[in-house]
């Protein structure tokens, strides 16, 4: 286990010391649901093989950049994989 967590230290502490580290965290268990028609269910189960567990933001010139950064992961190691995505500001 502390193997892992230094692989993932070390990779964001990389991303860091460039300059392009913004923030992270993990994805908790316990949520609720909210669907159309006000219908609510328990948790932020997924109907899908896959589900998000976290989300790292970075500073990039782009998505070949953000790319770049993926490739150390320590997540691809172990079967998972990266999805890369730019963010889209919401204007007030």
Request: with cysteine.
């Amino acid at each position: 286990m502390q193997s892992s967590i230094k692989q993932w230290q070390d990779w964001i502490g990389g991303i860091a010391a460039q300059g392009k580290f913004v923030g992270t965290n993990r994805l908790g268990f316990e949520g609720k649901t909210l669907k159309p028609n006000q219908v609510i269910s328990d948790g932020p189960y997924a109907e899908v093989k896959e589900m998000v567990g976290g989300y790292l933001l970075v500073k990039a010139d782009g998505i070949d950049d953000a790319m770049k950064l993926a490739e150390a992961c320590p997540i691809l190691q172990i079967g998972g994989h990266v999805e890369v995505r730019n963010v889209i500001p919401m204007s007030r």
